[in-house]
T-cell receptor
Framework: GESVGLHLPTLSVQEGDNSIINCAYS??????FIWYKQESGKGPQFIID?????DKRQGQRVTVLLNKTVKHLSLQIAATQPGDSAVYFC???????????FGSGTKLNVKP | EAQVTQNPRYLITVTGKKLTVTCSQN?????MSWYRQDPGLGLRQIYY???????DKGDVPEGYKVSRKEKRNFPLILESPSPNQTSLYFC?????????????FGPGTRLTVL
């Protein structure tokens, strides 16, 4: 099966600092990558995505970087806020965009 | 309001008693999917559906059944639940099957099988 994993299970940052959450994947055929945010008691919420033909994509305060050479994905959150405290998951899907594989998640704690 | 709804939100049952978790979306989405979430394992895909009457297995389909008779509904059926199916279940939908599209998740159903 697919293997999508995270390097750090918990990340603590100071409010206002930048956060970087990392993710490794194993399938070189993966074509579409997504970051989700899950707050306590809720379902995952889409943050940002990137196709395999790109290496960087920016959203509002978030940036996703994709390094296909080392099969690595990262999520950067600028000026982290208390409302960013949540569990963050990366997910990937190969060519058919129907089967999805999620990482185990990183918990982000934002200290005021 | 565009949303994915699941019922029930919480369920405690006993081994072997058939149950159904319903999922409904009001966004006219083609694609729907079921996931289970267990501590330390993230979300794992159980089944997905690309459209009405089109379903396929995900990574962990054993012990589950699904049906897609209407576009908006995608129920998850456990014919004979076992304790190892105790988990948090999420339904999701997206506008496009076979192409990159944002998945919208329901609020989750916490199932305990005794």
């Amino acid at each position: 099966g697919e293997s999508v994993g995270l390097h750090l299970p918990t990340l603590s940052v100071q409010e206002g600092d930048n956060s970087i959450i990392n993710c490794a994947y194993s399938n070189s055929a993966s074509d579409y990558f997504i970051w989700y945010k899950q707050e306590s008691g809720k379902g995952p919420q889409f943050i940002i995505d990137i196709r395999s033909n790109m290496d960087k994509r920016q959203g509002q305060r978030v940036t996703v970087l994709l390094n296909k050479t080392v099969k690595h994905l990262s999520l950067q959150i600028a000026a982290t806020q208390p409302g960013d405290s949540a569990v963050y998951f990366c997910a990937e899907t190969p060519y058919n965009f129907n089967k999805f594989y999620f990482g185990s998640g990183t918990k982000l704690n934002v200290k005021p | 309001e565009a949303q994915v709804t699941q019922n029930p939100r919480y369920l405690i049952t006993v081994t072997g008693k058939k149950l159904t978790v319903t999922c409904s979306q009001n966004m006219n989405h083609e694609y729907m999917s079921w996931y289970r979430q267990d501590p330390g394992l993230g979300l794992r895909q159980i089944y997905y559906s690309m459209n009405v009457e089109v379903t396929d297995k995900g990574d962990v389909p054993e012990g589950y059944k699904v049906s897609r008779k209407e576009k908006r509904n995608f129920p998850l059926i456990l014919e004979s639940p076992s304790p190892n199916q105790t988990s948090l279940y999420f339904c999701a939908s997206s506008s496009r099957a076979g192409g990159p599209a944002t998945q919208y998740f329901g609020p989750g159903t916490r199932l305990t099988v005794l």
